[in-house]
């Protein structure tokens, strides 16, 4: 078996979320890291903020109507 992609979407804890059936109207997320683990060469939201982007994406099931981002160096 091989896998590859996008993990986080088969975490148990998101895959017992996704069966709620919830309409969200307003979600945020947070990466705060001093240092990142994975890797050296870039910050924490350039290495895991695309999976919690695809995360939300797969559990609002609508068209995006606003992205709104914050960064700190």
Do not use: W, Y
């Not at 979600?27 to 990142?36: D, F, G, H, N, Y």
């Amino acid at each position: 078996m091989l896998q590859v992609g996008h993990i986080e979407r088969f975490n148990p804890a998101l895959v017992a979320l996704s069966k709620l059936n919830l309409s969200p109207r307003f979600i945020e997320a947070v990466r705060v890291s001093p240092l990142p683990f994975r890797s050296l060469d870039v910050g924490v939201v350039l290495d895991v903020m695309i999976h919690d982007i695809d995360i939300v994406l797969s559990l609002v099931k609508s068209p995006v109507k606003r992205v709104e981002a914050v960064a700190q160096a």
